[in-house]
């Protein structure tokens, strides 16, 4: 499996980011696929997740009402799209994938669980300026 990710870079305060993760290798349609950030001198952190079969989507708290993931089938491709972006955003982005995370017809279960990921994409930088 490979993960690709492209879209970071820098930003003002208020602005906006679209993420891409093209996704190679498998067939995905089994997966969950998830976004996680690390910014520096601090733990990853769960930032969105999407279970590839049926759409359901998964966010933080610190990102809900600003960011939207989603997955275009086609393109085996996994968006972030980050709105209304604060300096706190700034982090190094990954993108992940999981085969192993259990969904239910309630919902799939540690999909924040950075764990629970065994496929990750090398990262790519967001930085948003005040």
């Known amino acids: 499996v490979q993960l690709v990710e492209s879209g970071g870079g820098l930003v003002q305060a208020g602005g906006s980011l679209r993420l891409s993760c093209a996704a190679s290798?498998?067939?995905?349609?089994?997966?969950?696929m998830g976004w996680f950030r690390q910014a520096p001198g601090k733990e990853r952190e769960f930032v969105a997740a999407?279970?590839?079969?049926?759409?359901?989507?998964y966010y933080a708290d610190s990102v809900k009402g600003r960011f939207t993931i989603s997955r275009d089938n086609a393109k085996n491709t996994v968006y972030l799209q980050m709105n209304t972006l604060k300096p706190e955003d700034t982090a190094v982005y990954y993108c992940?994938?999981?085969?192993?995370?259990?969904?239910?017809?309630?919902?799939?279960?540690?999909?924040?669980?950075?764990?629970?990921?065994?496929?990750w994409g090398q990262g790519t930088q967001v930085t948003v300026s005040s």
């Open positions: 290798g498998r067939t995905f349609s089994r997966y969950s």
């Open positions: 999407i279970r590839w079969s049926d759409g359901s989507t």
């Open positions: 992940a994938a999981s085969d192993s995370i259990y969904c239910s017809v309630y919902g799939c279960y540690d999909v924040r669980s950075g764990l629970k990921y065994n496929y």
